[in-house]
Nanobody, 123 residues
Framework: VQLQASGGGLVQAGGSLRLSCVAS????????MGWFRQDPGKEREFLAA????????MYADSVKDRFAISRDNAKDTVYLQMDNLKPDDSALYSC?????????????????WGQGTQVTVSS
């Protein structure tokens, strides 16, 4: 599975962004997908995950009231809608695919990773 993330950029605090991750390859539509972020010098942080069908989702407590993950398998795309953004949300955001199809917060369970898209939130 190949992953291409996009949609990052510069936004003011309180604003919104929607990230997209286009998946291609044989297992793209049967893979669960996750979003993670990482700041230089910090550990990778789980944000949200969705199973292969879109019926199950899970979120980190830190973002569950502000972020929403969804997928459109007809377009082979997973989205992360981010609202009420804060300066602490600034990071490199990456999508990942778990070929076994179940949602998980463990980065070790993901088999494929995209290159990431930068999100910067100004105060």
């Amino acid at each position: 599975v190949q992953l291409q993330a996009s949609g990052g950029g510069l936004v003011q605090a309180g604003g919104s962004l929607r990230l997209s991750c286009v998946a291609s390859g044989r297992d793209a539509r049967t893979s669960a997908m996750g979003w993670f972020r990482q700041d230089p010098g910090k550990e990778r942080e789980f944000l949200a995950a969705i199973n292969w069908s879109g019926a199950k989702t899970m979120y980190a407590d830190s973002v569950k009231d502000r972020f929403a993950i969804s997928r459109d398998n007809a377009k082979d795309t997973v989205y992360l809608q981010m609202d009420n953004l804060k300066p602490d949300d600034s990071a490199l955001y990456s999508c990942a695919a778990n070929k076994w199809g179940y949602e998980t917060e463990s980065s070790q369970k993901y088999d494929f990773w995209g290159q990431g898209t930068q999100v910067t939130v100004s105060s």
